[in-house]
Nanobody
Framework: QVQLVESGVALVQAGGSLRLSCVAS????????MCWYRQSPGKQRELAAT???????SYADSVKGRFAISRDSAKNMVYLHMSGLKPEDTAVYYC?????????????WGQGTQVTVSS
């Protein structure tokens, strides 16, 4: 059974930093694209950061320059390093794995972890 489990500090002050971690089990994800999404109250879930199996990263404009996604394939883990946090970064953050099974792509999700940035 595939599982993704997020962890990280839940409350941080504006301007602060924190790191979210996601550990995957039930499958080796080294060949898969891993992502972090976030969802704020009343808003749609948005893609925040992506890292491919080859280590190529991409970011939403709202987090570019402040967030960094990384992975440790040997440990089946993916991280989201967040700095310069703003109150508008407050959201539930979800770890996501995109598993290619042509012609489909399967999405696996963690349960989400709440991040609150106080002003």
């Amino acid at each position: 059974q595939v599982q993704l489990v997020e962890s990280g500090v839940a409350l941080v002050q504006a301007g602060g930093s924190l790191r979210l971690s996601c550990v995957a089990s039930g499958r080796i994800f080294s060949d898969d694209t891993m992502c972090w999404y976030r969802q704020s109250p009343g808003k749609q879930r948005e893609l925040a950061a992506t890292i491919t199996s080859g280590g190529t990263t991409s970011y939403a404009d709202s987090v570019k320059g402040r967030f960094a996604i990384s992975r440790d394939s040997a440990k089946n883990m993916v991280y989201l390093h967040m700095s310069g946090l703003k109150p508008e970064d407050t959201a539930v953050y979800y770890c996501n794995a995109k598993v290619a099974q042509p012609p489909r792509t399967l999405d696996y999700w963690g349960q989400g972890t709440q991040v609150t940035v106080s002003s």
